[in-house]
């Protein structure tokens, strides 16, 4: 069974930084493409950023492009997240989700909320 | 990038009755489309790729049929449990990968 689990959410300043993390079993971790997808309060889903298996190539959304940096750590089984510059509609549940070799989103994480404010 | 727009946004619909959702596409995406179920305060859940193939585990009463621009998502007998939230995604051109705004299936 795959199992995704996020952590490092938390209440962050305007202007902030903050890394999260997600621990992934259950997969052959280093065999799939990762992404972030994010969902405001009470909002739709949104597409954040994404990582090749090999971290060859990383693709952001244009409102996080600058500000927020994708990774992963494969002997460890991690995908991470550092953001920078947080802003107010930053605020959102964030998740980890296992992109499937036919380029759809799999399976999902639980999510970690990330607020943002003073 | 491609726009979803899916309608309607609220769908009433009483237990044992079918419900029709619909996700248009701002240009062809193919058959590169999937349906997502969400629950409050959980994680989406797939239950449909290639626009048409239920995902592992998902039940027969969930069904997608669609290619090009017009997609729809079918329940054919609606249980208490599939009264949720329902996204679809196109996954044909990316990045980025776009998700409709939402439809909430509601109990009438």
């Known amino acids: 069974e795959v199992l995704l689990l996020e952590s490092g959410g938390d209440l962050v300043q305007p202007g902030g930084s903050l890394g999260l993390s997600c621990a992934a079993s259950g997969f052959t971790f280093s065999d799939f493409a990762m992404s972030w997808v994010r969902q405001a309060p009470g909002k739709g889903l949104e597409w954040v950023s994404h990582?090749?298996?090999?971290?060859?190539?990383?693709y952001y959304a244009d409102s996080v492009r600058g500000r927020f940096t994708i990774s992963r750590d494969n002997p460890k089984n991690i995908l991470y997240l550092h953001m920078t510059n947080l802003r107010a509609e930053d605020t959102a549940v964030y998740f980890c989700?296992?992109?499937?070799?036919?380029?759809?989103?799999?399976?999902w994480g639980q999510g970690t909320l990330v607020t943002v404010s003073s | 990038e491609i726009v979803l727009t899916q309608s309607p946004a609220t769908l009433s619909v009483s237990p044992g009755d079918r419900a029709t959702l619909s996700c248009r596409a701002s240009q062809s995406v193919g058959p590169y489309l999937a349906w997502y179920q969400q629950k409050p305060g959980q994680a989406p859940r797939l239950l449909i790729h290639g626009a048409s193939t239920r995902a592992t585990g998902i039940p027969a009463r969930f069904s997608g049929s669609g290619s090009g621009t017009e997609f729809t998502l079918t329940i054919s007998s609606l249980q208490s449990e599939d009264f949720a939230l329902y996204y679809c995604?196109?996954?044909?051109?990316?990045?980025?990968?776009?998700f409709g705004q939402g439809t909430k299936v509601e109990i009438k």
């Open positions: 990582i090749t298996s090999n971290s060859g190539t990383t």
């Open positions: 989700v296992q992109r499937s070799k036919d380029y759809y989103f799999d399976s």
């Open positions: 995604l196109q996954y044909h051109t990316w990045p980025p990968w776009t």
